[in-house]
């Protein structure tokens, strides 16, 4: 029998996740396994492969498959994983071991992601304790606050990861803006098996009118709709003094 064995990957998986998201199947439904066979395999044997469990297939190796493999297409279902097997038959029959690979589908957006407060830690105050009271800014109302690191909390799909925006553009840990096209990449916040996930930027946000917008991404790498809320920062102490006088000391004597 045949001594060597056939590999096979999901040429498809470009993150090498182990999952299949929506973007990376696109929208016929169906991927690409590709099945290549090492440098002493021997052309006339052939590769009897199976695809989701389904009837066997065979390709003749050529040396042109020695040398490049070929590919076969693989239907994919929302939630299951695509297997693909293929083992190596010899003219007379003999079979070699069998190679089997599987993947997870998963082209479901995460959903349920929410901004729900963004808080505000300066200037409020302390407790009993000594400790500085954190007051919810009001969203509602231009999200005034003083606070130029303030805390952003949200929900999320469990497991899945977000990722921070200011004003249009992707951040770092620190709140920067970093340039995805330059392959630099975004802080991704972790989202708790509650659901539950905060970001505080590491350094100041300049003063002025904010928008913060959330994209959730889950572990295949789908992506869910943004959602978006609006704060003003203003950290400068008015530049003038009130006056006082009173007004029963007639004669002005003090």
Not at 16 to 41: C, M, R, W, Y
Not at 48 to 74: A, H, L, P, R, S
Not at 88 to 96: K, L
Not at 221 to 250: C, H, L, Q, R
């Amino acid at each position: 029998a045949p001594t060597y064995k056939p590999e096979i990957s999901f040429i498809d998986d470009n993150d090498g996740n182990g999952k299949l998201s929506k973007a990376e199947i696109g929208n016929d439904g169906k991927t690409e396994a590709k099945i290549t066979v090492p440098s002493n395999a021997e052309v006339g044997d052939s590769i009897v492969y199976t695809v989701n469990g389904g009837e066997e297939k065979t390709e003749k190796i050529t040396q042109d498959i020695k040398d490049n493999g070929f590919k076969v297409e693989v239907p994919v279902t929302d939630g299951q994983k695509a297997t693909v097997t293929a083992k190596v038959v010899d003219p007379a029959g003999n079979a070699g071991d069998k190679s089997e690979a599987s993947i997870d589908v998963d082209t479901s957006a995460p959903t349920g992601t929410t901004i729900d407060s963004i808080t505000d830690n300066v200037g409020n105050g302390v407790d009993a304790n000594g400790n500085p009271i954190v007051e919810d800014i009001d969203l509602n109302n231009g999200g005034l606050t003083n606070d130029n690191t303030p805390t952003i909390n949200g929900s999320a799909e469990p497991g899945s990861k977000v990722v921070v925006s200011i004003d249009g553009k992707p951040v770092n840990e620190n709140g920067k803006p970093v340039d995805v096209s330059k392959g630099e990449k975004p802080y991704e916040v972790e989202v708790g098996q509650d659901g539950k996930w905060t970001f505080t930027p590491k350094e100041p946000l300049p003063d002025g009118k904010h928008e913060i917008s959330v994209v959730a991404k889950d572990e295949a790498g789908n992506e869910g709709d943004p959602v978006k809320s609006n704060i003003e920062i203003d950290t400068s102490a008015p530049t003038y003094k009130p006056e006082i006088s009173f007004i029963d000391d007639n004669d002005g004597n003090g």
